[in-house]
Nanobody, 121 residues
Framework: QVQLVESGGGLVQPGGSLRVSCVASGGIFTGYRMGWYRQAPGKQRELVARIEPSGSTNYADSVKGRFTVSRDTAKKTLHLQMDSLKLEDTAVYYC???????????????WGQGTRVTVSS
């Protein structure tokens, strides 16, 4: 079955950097559009970065210029390099496939446990 395992979260000061990763198994990743989502306390989960099978990327305005998504197809691993972190980046970060529907981009049904990123001084 599909399994997504995120790692790499932690505590970082504002302005710092962190890289989170996600290993996928169960028949997804190659050929799939993948994305990083995050859910901050008291807020809805949001898509912050996505990457096509071709490697082209797209970012939410809130992270554009600071975050970089990449994929290693051979290792079925998705990365998110986060630089110039802000307090408002504090959230649990999840990876998932990204499906384009008539209503917009939507995640797959299976979620991993996520990895917590806390930005604090």
């Amino acid at each position: 079955q599909v399994q997504l395992v995120e790692s790499g979260g932690g505590l970082v000061q504002p302005g710092g950097s962190l890289r989170v990763s996600c290993v996928a198994s169960g028949g997804i990743f190659t050929g799939y559009r993948m994305g990083w989502y995050r859910q901050a306390p008291g807020k809805q989960r949001e898509l912050v970065a996505r990457i096509e099978p071709s490697g082209s990327t797209n970012y939410a305005d809130s992270v554009k210029g600071r975050f970089t998504v990449s994929r290693d197809t051979a290792k079925k691993t998705l990365h998110l390099q986060m630089d110039s972190l802000k307090l408002e980046d504090t959230a649990v970060y999840y990876c998932n496939i990204v499906v384009l529907k008539t209503t917009g981009y939507s995640p797959g049904d299976t979620w991993g446990q996520g990895t917590r990123v806390t930005v604090s001084s």
